[in-house]
Nanobody, 115 residues
Framework: QVQIVESGGGLVQPGGSLRLSCARS???????MGWYRQAPGKQRELVAR???????DYADSVKGRFTISRDNAKNTVYLQMNSLKPEDTAVYYC??????????WGQGTQVTVSS
């Protein structure tokens, strides 16, 4: 069975950094892996995505601050978050999408940016 495990969330001051990790197990013919976030009262939104071919996409609000990367040998995707702002506070979810458009989700990890 497929398992998605996120880690790395926590409390950080504005301007600080965090690195989120998403480890995947099980057989998935993936088209993309990415990070979504959901703040209270808001819709879940795409933060960053990396395709099977290695191309990346970012939300405009995080460009220049966040970097998505992967380690294929470890079946792991990372999200390096720098220059964090209070607006980045949310639950961050790892997403794996296969070629049929089926999504697999992790349980989420809380990121709180506050002084």
């Amino acid at each position: 069975q497929v398992q998605i495990v996120e880690s790395g969330g926590g409390l950080v001051q504005p301007g600080g950094s965090l690195r989120l990790s998403c480890a995947r197990s099980g057989v998935i013919f993936m088209s993309a892996m990415g990070w979504y976030r959901q703040a209270p009262g808001k819709q879940r939104e795409l933060v960053a995505r990396i395709t099977s071919g290695g191309s990346t996409d970012y939300a405009d609000s995080v460009k220049g601050r966040f970097t998505i990367s992967r380690d294929n040998a470890k079946n792991t995707v990372y999200l390096q978050m720098n220059s964090l702002k209070p607006e980045d506070t949310a639950v961050y979810y790892c997403n794996v999408r296969n070629y049929q458009g089926l999504d697999y989700w992790g349980q989420g990890t809380q990121v709180t940016v506050s002084s």
